[in-house]
Nanobody
Framework: QVQLVESGGGLVQPGGSLRLSCAAS????????IGWYRQAPGKQRELVAR???????NYSDSVKGRFTISRDYEKSTVYLQMNSLKPEDTAVYYC???????????????WGQGVQVSVSS
């Protein structure tokens, strides 16, 4: 089992910055990818950024050049640095981990509880 705990959300003005943190615990050795999703009211949950073993990353087109995902293996923590924030970035942000275990490499998905990010003047 994997537990994910997010922190670092809050209210900021447009153009400001925030850094989200996601601390993982449990069977962290089974995690092969971890990332961030977000969901705004009335919209579907969407992928924001993802990082896999080996360091490759994926970003939503809407955040490229503004957000950066990184992972600290020693601290079992993934970060999302968010710069030049826009009102449309307002959403609940969820940490997500992809894990593989067992002889048949069964795939598991784990989610954090979510953290609110609000961008408003």
């Amino acid at each position: 089992q994997v537990q994910l705990v997010e922190s670092g959300g809050g209210l900021v003005q447009p153009g400001g910055s925030l850094r989200l943190s996601c601390a993982a615990s449990g069977s962290i050795e089974s995690i092969n990818a971890i990332g961030w999703y977000r969901q705004a009211p009335g919209k579907q949950r969407e992928l924001v950024a993802r990082i896999v073993d080996g360091g490759s990353t994926n970003y939503s087109d809407s955040v490229k050049g503004r957000f950066t995902i990184s992972r600290d293996y020693e601290k079992s923590t993934v970060y999302l640095q968010m710069n030049s924030l826009k009102p449309e970035d307002t959403a609940v942000y969820y940490c997500h981990a992809e894990a593989v275990a067992g002889w048949e490499a069964q795939e598991y998905d784990y989610w954090g509880q979510g953290v609110q990010v609000s961008v408003s003047s």
